[in-house]
């Protein structure tokens, strides 16, 4: 400011001195007029200059670089620089943020104070069936159109969440969706919703499993119960005594191999992976689970024609009980499930690309398509009433399963209905390898599978 009334009293001074020159005493107050409006002039015109500037956006250096407009103009653009570094900062962090929340599995929809969509990333429109563009400012009451949802959001209440169905028609397991409102703001509300069709299985396997095993448990303790009952109050001749015992020995037999099928299934899910350094022959292996399947048909009393293929020299890396218990059972569930004078086979195969196939055919009843994907699951049976009458827990496809996945082997299965079945694991080439028999040596058969 100093500067400033410096100029203007030596711009008066100029002026008066030329007026005095040009025309004495009315010289002077001609000159300080004159000066006066010249010194106004050219400081409009420099502050005019600066407004200019700031129409045009103040990006370009500052017009002047002097004086109090010019240090103005630098004070403006230093201000408008900072605004802008943190508008940018702030635009920044918001797309970090909306990318982070596109990124979450879980839906994310903001609603105004009416309930219209300003915003969903691209999950709620997966979840729901949503445009994230179209349905912009729609109320999400006209695309949710679930019953469950829409009293949910008539009764105000948002402290508990709501399950309804997804939108998604092509999904082999129907979609289940936990939805809940959460208010903030001035009216405004966020919706969220989580896929919870995983969770919603499992608690349905749970409690299939648990209901499930007590019927398995509850049936052959209701027999033993009614022969116990019987032989305690009724005297009976030594040939039913015996034939009851029988029964009783069957249905214990039965559940303590229930029993064991579940601590393996416990004992496979709890333990560490098997590793590489345990190497089996596989002809020890396909002559352990021969021996089984004979026993089992003559205890079945079925005449069926077993081939089992001789294979030497290959050897599988794993836990030898697990790959025993795996290949055993199915070798078992065909004997079951084949008819007398039916056909299996079990054998062994190296694939091109170094891999190895444990395979059984068999020429039983076959199985529907709409079966095969369930087989695996514990319990899971096409027909109940032939797997009781066969001895089977339902628990036998289960744990080859999980034999599999530990080992990074592959469980296939191909059937055909009224032809036959084919069961096969397909192990890594990493597993296999390939040894040279020496004279007199004899493979040591595999630990027993367990039942």
């Known amino acids: 400011m100093l500067w400033r009334a410096c100029t203007f009293l030596l711009a008066l001074l100029v002026a008066a001195l030329a007026g005095w020159w040009l025309g004495r005493e009315l010289g002077v107050g001609l000159g300080v007029v004159g000066g006066s409006l010249a010194w106004f002039l050219l400081d409009a015109s420099r502050g005019a200059r600066v407004l200019r500037w700031l129409r045009a956006g103040a990006v370009a250096q500052p017009p002047l670089a002097s004086g109090l407009w010019g240090e103005l103009g630098e004070r403006i653009r230093r201000a408008l620089r900072t605004r802008e570094q943190r508008a940018d900062d702030a635009e920044r962090r918001l797309t970090d943020f909306l990318a982070a929340i596109q990124a979450s599995p879980n839906g994310v929809v903001l609603l105004d104070e009416e309930g219209r969509i300003e915003w969903s990333n691209g999950t709620a429109a997966d979840h729901f069936g949503l445009d994230a563009e179209r349905d912009l400012q729609q109320l999400v009451g006209n695309l949710v159109r679930d019953p469950a949802f829409a009293g949910y959001m008539a009764q105000g209440d948002f402290s508990r969440d709501v399950v309804i169905p997804g939108r998604d028609p ?191 055919d068999d020429t039983g009843p076959g199985i529907a398509r709409e079966h095969l994907p369930r087989l695996t699951e514990r319990f899971y049976r096409v027909d109940r009433s032939r797997s009781r009458e066969t001895g089977g827990t339902g628990l036998g496809l289960a744990i080859v399963k999980h034999v599999a996945q530990r080992h990074g082997a592959e469980l296939r299965i191909h059937s055909t209905p009224g032809t036959g079945s084919t069961f096969s694991i397909v192990f890594a080439a990493a597993r296999l390898r390939t040894v040279s028999a020496q004279a007199g040596d004899v493979p040591a058969p595999p630990a027993t599978a367990t039942p």
């Open 170 to 360: 092509a999904a082999a397991v129907p979609r289940r969706l936990s939805v809940q409102l959460h208010p903030y703001g001035s009216g405004r509300k966020l919706l969220l919703s989580r896929d919870v069709t995983a969770i919603d299985q499992a608690d349905t396997m749970r409690r299939d499993f648990v209901a499930n095993v007590s019927h398995e448990i509850r049936t052959p303790l209701t027999v033993l119960a009614g022969f116990i009952e019987t032989m305690q109050q009724l005297p009976l001749e030594e040939s039913d005594r015996a034939r009851y015992l029988a029964m009783m020995a069957q249905q214990s037999q039965r559940m303590q191999t229930l029993v064991s099928d579940l601590l393996t299934l416990s004992r496979l899910e709890g333990s560490p992976l098997p590793g590489t350094g345990e190497w089996t022959p596989v002809g020890a292996l396909l002559a352990q689970c021969e021996q089984e399947a004979r026993a089992l048909a003559v205890g079945l009393g079925k005449q069926q024609d077993l081939v089992v293929d001789a294979v030497e020299g290959r050897e599988l890396a794993g836990a030898a009980p697990e790959l025993l218990s795996a290949m055993s059972n199915l070798v078992t569930n065909a004997v079951r499930y084949t008819p007398a004078n039916g056909h299996i086979r079990v054998r062994w195969r190296d694939l091109a690309d170094g891999r190895g196939e444990f395979a059984v």
